[in-house]
């Protein structure tokens, strides 16, 4: 599996992501892997070269991946803590849009549900922006609808806190 992993972790980093742009999928639950691959593979979703590289993969290869990129270490935040200010604006919003309840109150998912706790930050906002402008499907609505009521300013301190937990 280690062979089958090296151009995941290529990009992905062996469980911290050191790409713009590129997330970090270390801890990640492997039901949301799953269910990510399997996007990419039907084409569900375009982000290239993951449609290409999932292209290939049977149900089966779905499952190893996915439980081999939830075994990876969980990244952890290194940097300076957030500013104060930008804690409770982001907690505020966690709250009001209630992220805990599917992400869990350490926002490291369950489930299908992924983790976002020490995202990168640069991820985080294009994804809060992609769901928000519907350009990137959910496997249910449920991001999209939230993404909604979001400022750019919301998106942009809430991937800031979010990449620092």
């Known amino acids: 599996m ?16 050191e790409n713009e742009g590129v997330p970090s999928l270390g801890g990640q639950q492997a039901d949301y892997v799953v269910t990510q691959l ?15 590289i999932a292209t290939g993969f049977s149900d089966d290869d779905l499952r190893t991946y996915a439980d081999a990129v939830a075994a990876l ?10 500013d104060p200010a930008l ?4 907690q ?15 926002l490291a998912g369950r489930d299908a549900i992924p983790r976002i706790r020490v995202q990168r930050e640069e991820y985080l ?7 928000k402008s519907n ?15 979001l400022s750019d300013a919301d998106i942009q301190d809430l991937a800031a806190y979010v990449a620092r937990l």
């Not at 992993?5 to 290529?10: D, R, S």
């Not at 505020?92 to 350490?106: F, R, T, V």
């Not at 350009?135 to 909604?148: F, H, I, K, L, S």
Request: glycine share 8%; hydrophobic share 40%; with cysteine.
């Open 87 to 90: 804690v409770a604006r982001a």
């Open 135 to 149: 350009a990137r499907p959910g496997y249910d609505p449920a991001m999209n609808e939230v993404a909604q009521g």
């Open 2 to 17: 280690q062979e089958r992993l090296a151009p995941c972790i290529a990009c992905h980093g062996g469980g911290t992501s």
């Open 73 to 82: 270490p969980a990244p952890a935040w290194s940097g300076t803590a957030a």
């Open 38 to 52: 399997f996007q990419f593979r039907e084409k569900q979703r375009a982000a290239e070269p993951m449609n290409d």
């Open 92 to 106: 505020a919003l966690i709250s009001k849009h209630q992220c805990n309840s599917c992400h869990g109150a350490d």
């Open 125 to 131: 906002a294009r994804a809060l922006a992609a769901y």
